[in-house]
């Protein structure tokens, strides 16, 4: 049974850190291509990294390129999200998603599974 658990949300100030954990289980992490999404109140949901399998090519929204890290451990099958200088506008839901597949995609429609979520609150 395929199972993917974020973790590490929380409520922090701007220009903080938070690292979002994706524990995945009933699959084989480094077969698959895995991503993040997130959705605020109101808004649609945007993809905010992915990272492949095999090479671990990385891709990232450019509203969090050169502050968020995505990475994978596949010995602990799981996926990381380092989220640096955080800004209020990174307040949302962050899922990740399993793509089924090895390459990355941007569009949510493309992953099979999602975990719950785990909130990020960026506020003073």
């Known amino acids: 049974q395929v199972q993917l658990v974020e973790s590490g949300g929380g409520l922090v100030k701007p220009g903080g850190s938070l690292r979002l954990s994706c524990a995945a289980s009933?699959?084989?992490?480094?077969?698959?291509?895995i991503g993040w999404f997130r959705q605020a109140p109101g808004k649609e949901r945007e993809g905010v990294s992915c990272i492949s399998s095999g090479s671990g090519s990385t891709y990232y929204a450019d509203s969090v390129k050169g502050r968020f890290t995505i990475s994978r451990d596949n010995a602990k099958n799981t996926v990381y999200l380092q989220m640096n200088s955080l800004k209020p506008e990174d307040t949302a839901v962050y899922y990740c998603a399993l793509r089924g597949g090895y390459y990355c995609s941007g569009r949510g429609e493309d992953y099979l599974y999602w975990g719950q979520g785990t909130q990020v609150t960026v506020s003073s």
């Open positions: 009933g699959f084989t992490l480094d077969n698959n291509a």
